[in-house]
């Protein structure tokens, strides 16, 4: 059973426009979420992160939000650019160990 | 970035024959992961390390096993090899929350 799920396995936008990845997830205790962006053949790097007790969270073009009652984050990347063409993965800590989605592979076309 | 490397990068095996991934680390971090990567079920644990000898099992630890006899060293064996455990293999380290990975290790069982 998939405790953090992401729908859509891949995402194709215009550069300069908004790119926006979504995850969600079964457990209210869940209290801490990370999203981590991976280029081919190289391990995963961490982007941004947010605590339970906020609702956004901001890093340059990086946003995360978080909808506790929905159980729902999101990514929202803002102007994207071609270098932002990879896979991401959300994931939640639980227990000191991350669970993570399957991941989206966002592709940023010039 | 926390300095990870990991040993060998690409290795192809022959089903039954016993396999060592390494993972060594120079920032001294407690905790360390081993994870494997595969289309569809984005990062799954197969066995982290909260100290100097001290393991557990994740998710997906059938057919592995771990060892940490120095803070600095995690190393991952497949008992005998299947084709099932053809993967992409990466290592991790942690200080707080954020988790850092190696650059991975593509193994290949025929």
């Known amino acids: 059973d998939q405790q953090v799920k992401q729908n859509s396995p891949s995402l194709s936008v215009q550069e300069g426009r908004i790119s926006i990845l979504n995850c969600d997830y079964t457990?209210?205790?869940?209290?801490?979420f990370l999203w981590y962006k991976k280029y081919p053949a190289e391990g995963p790097t961490f982007l941004i992160s947010?605590?339970?007790?906020?609702d956004k969270n901001e890093d340059g073009r990086f946003t995360v939000f978080l909808n506790k009652s929905a159980k729902h984050l999101s990514l929202h990347i803002v102007p994207s650019q071609p270098g932002d063409s990879a896979v991401y993965f959300c994931?939640?800590?639980?227990?000191?160990?991350?669970?993570f989605g399957q991941g989206t592979e966002l592709s940023v076309k010039p | 970035d926390a300095g990870i490397t990991q040993s060998p990068r690409h290795k192809v095996t022959e089903t039954g024959t016993p396999v060592t991934l390494r993972c060594h680390q120079t920032e001294n971090h407690r905790y360390m992961y081993w994870y494997r990567q595969d289309p569809g079920h984005g990062l799954r644990l197969i066995h982290y390390s909260y100290g100097v000898k001290d393991t557990d099992k994740g998710e997906v630890s059938d057919g592995y096993s771990v060892s940490r006899s120095k803070t600095e060293d995690f190393l991952l064996t497949l008992e005998s090899a299947t084709s099932s455990q053809t993967s992409v293999y990466f290592c991790?380290?942690?200080?707080?929350?954020?988790?850092?990975f190696g650059p991975g290790t593509r193994l290949t069982v025929t």
């Open positions: 947010i605590s339970s007790i906020k």
């Open positions: 457990n209210s205790m869940f209290d801490y």
């Open positions: 994931a939640v800590m639980a227990r000191g160990k991350l669970i």
């Open positions: 991790a380290t942690s200080g707080a929350h954020e988790q850092y």
